[in-house]
């Protein structure tokens, strides 16, 4: 068994879409980066590599490739997932909370949920998403970004 643990955060910005869990949240702002600036994938993504013991998302997919500008970070999940197969790990569970002032997550957590099961091939009950907000304290409570945290358990088969 392996643990990892990843963190994000980006900045929000107007003129780009809201995107987080591979879900498109009706909002006035978005998230400033090089591909979707998926906050929650990009902390998934980085608990799976560290768990794993593969480095980072930026050794994978550097913020200076062309290839990744505007992708769908379900995408670089999906990618990773098959790097976690080819190394022979399985995903016990995800646990990831998203720390936002605004908008409010919850009603979208289902279907986070349900994008990352099905990128993942992973069972729906294997991930576990929360949302909070800093109780307007720091960058995330005066809404100039939004950061989310995972924390991954995989482990090898034979």
Known sequence: MRVGIG???????EGRPL???GVEIPWCKGLAGHSD???LIHAIID????????GDIGRHFPDNDDAFH???SLV??????DMLNRESFRIVNIDAVIMAQNPRMLPYIPEMIN??????CIDKLCINIKATTTEKLGFVGREEGIAAQ???LIENIP
């Open 115 to 120: 994008h990352i099961s099905a990128v993942l």
């Open 37 to 39: 600036a998926d906050v």
């Open 19 to 21: 995107v987080i869990g």
């Open 76 to 81: 670089l999940l999906q990618q990773v997932g």
């Open 47 to 54: 608990a799976l590599l560290g768990a794993a013991g593969l």
């Open 70 to 72: 505007d992708i769908s």
């Open 150 to 152: 995972a924390v991954t």
């Open 7 to 13: 963190y994000d955060v980006h900045q929000l910005t």
